[in-house]
């Protein structure tokens, strides 16, 4: 492999700005300065642009099976992976259900070998813990995982009778999480509250697709958040809450996190950037919106946006989990499978491309948050607490050289058409942007170059992942 030498920027990290120049060679960042007489095989004239550490998204799912394995996503690894690098995000860390006839450790050596032969970019699996129900001796697999890299379990609050543990495993999960350092993950959601809801609406006729956001209500997904945070401070766990949308909720991990709780919350660009508004009057059509928890009235963003400047939330990532409108030939029923009948439709929102030109636009732009901040969000705090520091999530001499050379000029307006993601609508559709990656490195291979890629199916490695830095 070659060097690279990206000149005239300057370097952003989650702690400092500063004009230097960058000198990558077999794939890492070797030195860093004001290198008047550098050279390198190629050279990438970055002056006026931002050179960043490439995105880490900690929430995605590629050909990702839901409800009873009935249907997938509609992203696989190749065109999830591709997406994602042309939106700058050179990591992603995805996750891993049981399979019906497998162990939980058999599904994961299974997922991960299917990543490795499509993905562009690194990546990451988190792995689901199933409900005790679905397998006995899941503790077990859970302990052999953590030697594999899977440095995080996610466990759901939501969804009685398929996947939700209820409070006794959940702080048995969490106490074997501090044993093998292990960062927990929950969907918050009151899985009990959410389906009595849903069971009144279907009972008085009101199946719609905009009455799924009145089935996930602001308090259930508080309650299971303060839930969380007082289990895991029982067990002197920490804990990192998924996809936080509710201003509550968010308030909730504020409020703990002040007074010493080791939580985390994630917030995605669907609740920061898009409201309940955008699709009530939609008709069917509304099926595109519907995520869990739900996209929720504009008069919620501000109390997102706040958590992320105080720091009560601490990541952005996506829960990229897209599926067309149109039914494809070649995929299962996707979201309009059952028109007018909310519960059946498949839950989740396509953005892994999008993720951080939405959240330049939307929170650098306007001046909620600065360009460190930024960075922190989008890359450094996501690489510390999945166990990537310092290899990735900075620009610094010795990690990997996952780069972006963004540029805060450019005019671009995203479109379907002009995304790379499978999916046949955009939620940010028509929405102009002045900040973008315009070349991309992955490990010093430049994959993205002013909008040409250059990436073979399975460049991408599969990330054994250290402990998280929670500090
Ligand atoms: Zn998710």
Known sequence: MGSTLIKGGTVVNADAAIRADVLVRDGLVVALGLGDDWSADEVVDATGKLVLPGGIDVHTHLEYPIDGFTTRTADDFHSGTIAAAHGGTTTVIDFVKKEPDKSLFDSYMRR???????????????????????????????????????????????????????????????????????????????????????????????????????????????????????????????????????????????????????????????????????YAELGEKAAAYICSPPIRERGNQEGLWQALTTGALSTVATDHAGFCLEQPNDLPPQKLRSPGYFPKVPNGVPGVEDRLMVVWETGVKTGRIDMCRFVDLMATRPAKLFGLFPHKGLVAVGADADLLVWDTAADHVITTAGSHMRTDYNLYDGMRVTGRPVHVFSRGHHLVNDGAFDGKPGRGSFLTRGKPHLF
């Open 112 to 278: 991960r070998d299917v990543a490795a032969g499509k993905a562009v970019v690194d990546f990451g699996l988190h792995a689901i813990v199933p409900p005790r129900d679905q397998q006995e001796n899941v503790l077990d697999d859970l302990r052999r995982l953590a030697g594999e890299g899977a440095s995080s379990w996610k466990f759901f609050m939501a969804y009685p009778g398929t996947q939700m543990v209820d409070d006794g495993q959940l702080l048995e999960g969490l106490e074997l999480a501090v044993e093998y350092g292990v960062l927990p993950m929950v969907h918050a959601e009151n899985g009990h509250m959410v389906a009595r809801e849903t069971r009144l609406l279907i009972e008085s006729g009101r199946t719609a697709e905009n009455y799924h956001a009145t089935a996930h209500g602001h308090e259930s997904e508080a309650e299971a958040v303060h839930r969380a945070i007082v289990l895991a401070d029982s067990v002197g766990s920490p804990v990192y809450v998924v996809h936080v949308s509710s201003a509550a909720a968010a308030a909730e991990i504020g409020q703990a996190r002040s007074r010493g709780s080791l939580v985390w919350g994630e917030t995605c660009p669907q609740y920061l950037a898009v409201a309940y508004e955008d």
